[in-house]
């Protein structure tokens, strides 16, 4: 069998697969540890902010207890792993606390705590969360965890090759078709097999279309060096608008306190180094940290009813998907983990109905969008910027090196045509209707897109002309 993707759902598939007897092989577009699980806060929770008020209110009760039953098998398994595959990933038990600084959100602290007991999990109300800041109430998870998750990866990754399993990077897969089984083929090469498994954030392939039933979301998140003697303890996620989620972690140089900030929907915004001004000024004002070491960008895909969409293709036998986590990858990835792989060795977990792909769902929840970028000329183009112009009867992103020389590629997303968006903090070209990444020279960064946008070679005389003016068009979804 195939697993395509080498994050938290592909490599816990994967092992639990080569333990069981059967040859698996693993293709990573890139590098194990270097996509969005590496890029994670990385809490290993059943607390998912106000998630089970949510699920008994929309569902039922029932419906809610699989969810967090999935949740805590995949925290076990965790655990499990650490503990027995002797795992170096700074694996930390922790308290998760949901917070708020508002009067107004007290009731739905309480509320929640009321869904978390009729599913069967401990929560505390508390009257404050311990942080440096004023809160007016709390929910405590207690005996949760946090780990790096890129040297989790890494070592799980060891750990399933020591038992046969055979992993590919650097191998990105562009097709994913029916023949007796199912053929993936990456740029030079293919493979058949039974069963393959779509573990991409977004599937790329198959009779169903996931970029449609869920909308790609992005998140920033920094990282800042701090003391000891005023670092926190626990993970937070505050339930306030803007929301903030907090913890601690380290790097070679120290401690790091890590703060997750503003959401997004990916190519929708045009001023994305921005929120970065924002999320700093936030965190010196309410911690006392010092430089800011690291920023990134993280992106994940949010469904309509906040359960992801985990299992077999009803109408592909053979081909299995998993996406939708809405930002709760950790848990809710192990268990999709789980769940494909006993799904294929003939079982099924008491809790897989909460994942099923064939479950209705909204048809109209993506609806697309339009391109944040568009300029009429070179000239409104800084040195390390990029925007979107027209070039005769197309639309090119043209991207400014650090020297000022213009460079550039297709505007059009080799998916579905959609016009790209600069994004200034990464210096990427995210596409506004399903959430395909490329990099500034053309190459795919994140799916559904599996094929680079094209260079362009511009006119010996570009810079002394202007572009037409540009005239938006609305992107397909």
């Known amino acids: 069998m195939v697993v395509i993707g080498a994050g938290i759902v592909g490599l816990t598939t994967a092992y639990l697969l080569t333990e069981a007897g059967l040859s698996v092989t693993v293709l990573e577009a890139r590098r194990v540890g270097r996509q969005v699980t590496g890029r994670s806060t990385a809490k290993i929770t059943s607390q998912h902010s106000l998630i089970y008020r949510h699920l008994i209110e929309t569902f039922d009760v029932e419906t809610a207890k699989r969810y967090a039953d999935a ?3 995949g925290i076990n ?3 499990q792993w650490v503990r027995e595959l002797g795992l170096d990933c700074d694996f930390e038990s922790k308290h998760a606390y949901a917070y708020s600084t508002g009067q107004s959100r007290i009731a739905d602290l309480q509320f929640e705590a ?63 078709d029916a023949d007796d089984g199912w053929q993936i083929k990456a740029a030079r ?37 701090i003391e000891q003697e005023v670092a926190i303890d626990g993970m937070f996620i505050g339930i306030d608008e803007p929301t903030h989620s907090l913890r601690m972690g380290r790097d070679q140089d120290g401690l790091l306190l890590v703060v997750l900030g503003a959401k997004f929907n990916t190519g929708h915004e045009g001023d994305v180094a921005q929120h970065f001004v924002n999320l700093e000024n936030w965190t010196r004002e309410n911690f006392q940290v010092g430089d800011a070491a690291w920023r990134w960008v993280n992106e994940d895909y949010d469904t309509a009813d906040r359960m992801p969409f985990v299992g077999q293709e009803p109408k592909a036998p053979g081909l299995y998907i998993a996406t939708g986590f809405n930002a709760w990858g950790i848990s809710n990835g192990t268990a999709a983990g789980i769940l494909i792989a006993k799904q294929i060795l003939g079982e099924q977990p008491d809790w897989a109905s909460v994942y099923d792909p064939a479950r209705k769902a909204s048809k109209n929840f993506n609806k697309g969008g339009d ?36 460079h550039a590629v297709s505007a059009s997303c080799t998916h579905e045509g959609c016009i790209v968006t600069w994004n200034n903090a990464d210096r990427t070209w995210d596409c506004p209707c399903h959430g ?16 680079p946008l094209p260079s362009v070679k511009l006119p010996p005389n570009w810079l002394q002309k202007s572009a ?6 609305r992107g397909k979804s």
Not at 162 to 167: C, E, F, L, P
Not at 379 to 400: H, Q, T
Not at 436 to 451: K, L, N, Q, R
Request: charged letters at 20%.
């Open 71 to 73: 949740n805590c098998a």
């Open 114 to 176: 009321e869904a978390a007991a009729k599913v069967g999990l401990e929560a505390e109300l508390l009257d404050s969360a311990p942080l440096p800041f004023a809160t007016t109430g709390a929910l405590c998870f207690k005996d949760q965890a946090q780990f790096n998750p890129a040297q989790y990866l890494i070592g799980l990754a060891r750990a399933a090759e020591s038992k046969g399993t055979r992993i590919f990077e650097e191998t990105r897969v562009i097709a994913v």
């Open 77 to 79: 398994l965790i655990r």
């Open 436 to 451: 395909s990444i490329f990099a500034t020279d053309g190459s795919v960064i994140h799916g559904p897109a599996v094929e």
């Open 371 to 406: 391109s944040q970028s568009l300029v009429h000329s070179l000239d409104e183009i800084e040195a390390g910027g990029g925007a979107v112009m027209n070039l005769g009867r197309g639309k090119i992103a043209v991207w400014k090196d650090d020297d000022g020389k213009p």
């Open 468 to 473: 037409p003016t540009v005239m938006p068009s």
């Open 189 to 225: 090469s293919s493979v058949n097999a039974k069963h393959a498994v779509q573990a991409t954030n977004v599937p790329i392939a198959g009779p169903v279309r996931y970029d449609q039933r869920t909308r790609p979301r992005s998140h920033i998140a920094m990282a800042f060096h």
